[in-house]
């Protein structure tokens, strides 16, 4: 199933070792294209492109709800994973002295707002400490209990590509009839996620990483027996108007059906939403298992590597195939990350960590670029 290197289809020059996608993934120079065109028609508004808009938003949906088994009437189109979880916890409640469960060192855009939610309804939060052997999923079960109201999850963690296996953390959710909220931020696009066997309550995604989407470009599943809840803002786009704004204000207390009720007022970017269509146009092609598939040798000699230099890296029976936490023998100096893009291998720092996050236009050479600069620089 692999791809091998699909380098040519991005704008990378020789001498960019580019392992930062977790941070910001780079548009394929298709969807870069496009984005010029977009830009073309931002100037000129009374060009009939213009009309296409519509169309591409509704595309955009459609692809997002084809990476994890939804409908695009399933799907809101938001700015951000914080905008998509400021929807689900304005539309649940947990009862008093029950516990939101999340993980250490979680996201903060999915962290935040449970914290606030705990405070509005009386509840507590309750945090899943990181497990010295890697295994989220079975330190996630042994947390969820009968007054566990709400869990709120990334299905990989945001540092060091940590996994955990929402099926059977779905499974015991749905058991104690608690309500579970995914941030999959750092999967969709690279890894299966299928709504149908997790049934989550909502499912948030910022695009600007692995969907190779601009900044703004977000998207949140909302599950049918949720689609009748209150958006957080109101806005035009999202209602049945009495009668055409051409004739009147067009002011309607009527929702659109399903899940655009939820649409960020920003949905409409000119600009932003012909790329966000075209990346994700390119990975429907590519295909997600084969992306998968491709990047899983990499991280599996990034982590063998590491290992053999004494590092710490998540097991592989407990790690996503994508990108990858490395713990060094001390602490890395603030500068580390700097000093390596200085000479043109590009990864982050996170929690102490070298957070290394190749895609398909890297190879087994940038593997051995990227130790090569390591050992240079950590024998400063």
Not at 24 to 31: K, M, S, T, V
Not at 154 to 171: E, F, K, Q, R, S
Not at 227 to 247: C, F, K, S, W, Y
Not at 288 to 293: D, K, M
Request: aromatic share 8%; charged share 25%; hydrophobic share 45%.
């Amino acid at each position: 199933m692999s791809l091998g290197s699909q380098k040519h289809l991005f704008d990378l020059p020789d001498g960019v070792v580019y392992m930062n996608c977790a941070a910001q993934g780079p548009a394929p120079i298709a969807a870069r294209d496009v984005g010029r065109r977009a830009v073309d028609r931002k100037a000129r508004p009374w060009d009939p492109e213009r009309q296409k808009l519509g169309a591409e938003m509704e595309r955009t949906r459609a692809l997002f709800a084809g990476f994890i088994g939804a409908t695009a009437n399933d799907i809101a189109l938001t700015g951000a994973t914080s905008y998509g979880m400021a929807v689900a916890a304005a539309n649940v409640r947990i009862e008093r002295g029950q516990a939101i469960v999340m993980i250490e060192g979680q996201f903060p855009s999915n962290y935040y707002i449970w914290q606030r939610v705990a405070a509005r309804d009386g509840g507590r939060v309750v945090i899943v400490p990181r497990p010295s052997d890697g295994d989220w999923t079975s330190a996630v079960l042994q947390h969820l209990g009968p007054d566990t109201g709400l869990v709120a999850l990334p299905n990989v963690h945001w540092t060091d590509g940590g996994v955990i296996d929402l099926v059977p953390v779905a499974d015991a959710v749905h058991a104690i009839g608690a309500i579970l909220v995914i941030d999959a931020t750092q999967s969709i696009g690279v890894c299966p996620f299928d709504v149908g066997r997790i049934d989550p309550d909502y499912v948030a995604c910022s695009a600007y990483k692995w969907l190779l989407s601009p900044d703004q470009a977000g998207y949140l599943y909302v599950a049918p027996r949720r689609q009748e809840g209150e958006p957080i803002e109101h806005n035009h786009a999202t209602r049945i108007g009495d009668g055409p704004m051409t004739l009147s204000p067009g002011y309607g207390d009527r929702f659109k059906a399903g899940a655009s009720r939820f649409d960020q007022g920003t949905a409409d970017a000119m600009i932003d939403v012909p790329i966000a269509a075209a990346s994700m146009e390119q990975i429907t092609a590519w295909g997600v298992e084969a992306i998968a598939a491709t990047m899983e040798p990499l991280i599996d000699a990034i982590a063998d590597r590491a290992e053999e230099r004494g590092w710490r890296v998540p097991p592989k029976a407990h790690r996503s195939p994508h990108f990858i936490g490395i713990r060094l023998g001390e602490t890395p100096e603030l500068d580390l990350a700097d000093r390596m893009a200085a000479e043109g291998v590009y990864v982050s720092l996170r929690d102490s960590r070298v957070r290394v996050a190749p895609y398909i236009f890297n190879d087994l050479s940038d593997v051995d670029v990227l130790f090569e600069v390591f050992d240079r620089q950590l024998a400063r």
